[in-house]
């Protein structure tokens, strides 16, 4: 398993219905993208259910519709029901810079209240001000039913409501590899071995080689956050004043929030191939400024830069390798509320009802042309092209 929202949804879930559950981690809980991510609940899939019906048909499209709230309905659950104190808050907000944006914006509210999610309501340049002190936006979308957590925290309380449900977490417990013994998993660490009657990995982006079934179906691509020095009450109203989170909608877009000590989170940007950019302060700040000039002379505290896995479909994958090992991955940037829905998919089929799990199991993921030798220069090539588009709106 993994200490993230998977696995940790995933354990949850099974220990809710009785099931004795270890999960191990080869960092601490939290560690990886579920800790390190810029903490929006933003629903639905990286692909739209328009490309998922475009793709796989409109029984398919149906399919996914119906589920796009529920990761978040999840989460809301968790931190209800074992008192989790994640600073949760309501409302977020698609931002768009051209007419372009604006009408697939409007088409993207049309289609989801087909499927019941009715908390959607278009802003004009002037209604963005509302909620925004910038004038960098044209218009956009605010979903009421969306939000934004502190992740880390949200994941350390479900790793305590865990462990309050009689599951065990061994942390810093890397993965090795795994093999079967009489039919059954053992997975194998660097601290020992454990046999399993069900083996669920959710290592993501951070699953490396150990399985190498499952190294080639994604590709690590980090993307990067940095906090401000704490703004005060007025300063923070003033750039955020109805504290809902904020993304863009460009294909290399930005991301950003308030923590509950004032701080604005400010994310974006994505190196391809995982690996950290030399200067995260200086990649983000001239993007911050670009929104919030007023900004200028604030001092950035923190900046981190984290990996998420990307498919080359944007869907994020879900399956078995044989009877009773399982494995979901490639959440591509939405892994927040996408991350929670897998992990109920999974219970479900652990414990026998296995209709929602086989509709995405027999989805089919094609690797990255170029394969793992040239995934990352063909990504980054076709991120200048989305790029471009989105400057020129297109």
């Not at 933003?42 to 048909?57: C, D, M, P």
């Amino acid at each position: 398993m993994g200490g993230g929202f998977s696995g940790l949804s995933t354990a949850l879930h099974l220990s809710k219905a009785g099931r004795q559950v270890t999960l191990i981690e080869g960092a601490r809980v939290g560690w990886g993208a579920s800790g390190r991510n810029g903490g929006q609940i933003v629903h639905g899939l990286n692909a739209s259910v328009e490309t998922i019906k475009a793709r796989y048909g409109d029984k398919t499209g149906e399919f996914v519709g119906s589920l796009v709230t529920e990761g978040a309905s999840i989460i809301r659950g968790f931190v209800s029901d074992y008192t989790i104190d994640c600073d949760l808050k309501q409302g977020n907000i698609f931002a768009a810079f051209n007419p372009k944006q604006m009408k697939e914006l409007e088409a993207k509210k049309v289609l989801w209240e087909r499927y019941g999610m009715n908390d959607h309501e278009m802003l004009d340049r002037a209604g963005m001000q509302k909620h925004i002190g910038s004038d960098r936006y044209l218009g956009g979308m605010m979903d009421k039913s969306g939000g934004h957590i502190h992740p880390l925290n949200l994941a350390l309380g479900e790793a305590a409501a865990l462990r309050a449900n009689g599951g065990t977490i061994y942390e810093e417990t890397r993965l090795l590899s795994t093999e079967k013994n009489g039919g059954k998993p053992v997975v194998i660490t660097d601290k020992g071995r454990i046999n399993c009657n069900t083996l669920v990995l959710c290592g993501n982006a951070y699953l490396g080689d150990a399985v190498p079934k499952l190294a080639s179906r994604v590709m690590p691509v980090s993307t990067q956050v940095m906090a401000t020095e704490p703004l005060g009450d007025a300063l923070a109203n003033e750039l955020l004043p109805t504290d809902v989170c904020i993304e863009d909608v460009r294909y290399i877009l930005d991301y950003y929030r308030l923590s509950a000590d004032k701080r604005l989170l400010f994310g974006g940007g994505t190196v391809y191939g995982g690996t950290d950019p030399s200067d995260i302060k200086g990649k983000l700040r001239p993007a911050m400024l670009k929104v919030f000039p007023q900004l200028r002379n604030t001092k950035i505290d923190f900046a981190w830069s984290g990996n998420f896995a990307l498919s080359y479909s944007r869907v994020p994958q879900m399956g078995r390798l044989d009877d009773n090992t399982y494995y979901a991955m490639g959440y591509s940037g939405h892994g927040v509320t996408g991350s929670h829905l897998f992990g109920r998919i999974l219970s479900e089929a652990i414990g026998g009802n296995t209709t929602r799990f086989d509709r995405f199991a027999q989805l089919p993921w094609h690797a990255f042309p170029g394969g793992q030798k040239f995934r990352v220069q063909y990504s980054t090539i076709g991120s200048w092209w989305y790029g471009f588009r989105d400057k020129v709106g297109l």
